[in-house]
């Protein structure tokens, strides 16, 4: 189901799936994530007027889940991700390639990496060289929407906050 290469004789990995607009993070936004059956599953907060981006991703219950924000005055681009007073993530935006990679620094717990297309919302956040999340708008029948489908037992609010992060990254304009 995920990658390009998948072996034959894995079973196929079941699966979450979220809808996220492609057009949602504009600074100053709140918007809602939902689950694959359409219902209200994530809230974000895009905070306005602050020096740096910050989102505070929240359950469907308005509960603070974490709190993402962007490093200012950085060479590259990066985003730390908070769950309470812990650091859970940082992502960076390689700066060598022609294609957009980033790579999601999850402290003792390792590291992720995130490659494809991310323009076009068609790519997959790997660990340790197997597909976790996959990040699709083709799935999508509603204009401006994609899916992310996720790997079950992993994080679900931490790799849809990467996917916040990527977004707002590869998509400053909005």
Request: contains cysteine.
């Given at each position: 189901?995920f990658?390009?290469?998948?072996q034959?004789?894995?079973?196929?990995a079941v699966?979450?799936?979220?809808?996220?607009?492609?057009?949602?993070l504009?600074?100053?936004?709140?918007?809602w994530?939902?689950?694959?059956?359409?219902?209200?599953?994530?809230?974000?907060d895009?905070k306005?007027?602050?020096?740096?981006?910050?989102f505070?991703?929240e359950?469907?219950?308005?509960h603070?889940?974490?709190?993402?924000?962007?490093?200012?005055?950085?060479?590259?681009?990066?985003?730390v991700?908070?769950?309470g007073?812990e650091?859970?993530?940082?992502?960076h935006k390689n700066?060598?390639?022609f294609?957009?990679?980033f790579?999601i620094?999850l402290?003792?717990?390792?590291e992720?990496?995130a490659?494809?297309?991310?323009?076009d919302?068609?790519y997959?956040i790997?660990?340790?060289?197997?597909?976790?999340?996959?990040?699709?708008?083709h799935?999508?029948?509603?204009r401006?929407t994609y899916?992310?489908?996720?790997?079950?037992?992993?994080?679900?609010p931490?790799?849809?906050?990467?996917?916040?992060c990527?977004?707002?990254?590869?998509?400053?304009?909005?």
């Amino acid at each position: 189901m995920f990658g390009r290469k998948q072996q034959e004789a894995q079973p196929p990995a079941v699966t979450s799936m979220y809808q996220m607009r492609q057009k949602m993070l504009s600074i100053g936004d709140d918007y809602w994530i939902e689950n694959g059956v359409g219902q209200k599953a994530f809230h974000v907060d895009g905070k306005l007027l602050r020096l740096r981006k910050t989102f505070v991703f929240e359950d469907a219950s308005g509960h603070e889940l974490l709190r993402i924000h962007s490093k200012v005055l950085r060479v590259r681009d990066t985003f730390v991700i908070e769950r309470g007073d812990e650091k859970a993530a940082t992502l960076h935006k390689n700066l060598v390639g022609f294609r957009d990679r980033f790579a999601i620094d999850l402290g003792d717990a390792g590291e992720l990496r995130a490659h494809g297309n991310i323009l076009d919302h068609d790519y997959s956040i790997r660990r340790d060289g197997t597909d976790i999340a996959q990040i699709n708008k083709h799935w999508m029948r509603v204009r401006d929407t994609y899916g992310v489908s996720i790997v079950q037992g992993e994080d679900v609010p931490l790799l849809l906050a990467i996917v916040i992060c990527i977004d707002a990254i590869s998509h400053e304009h909005r």
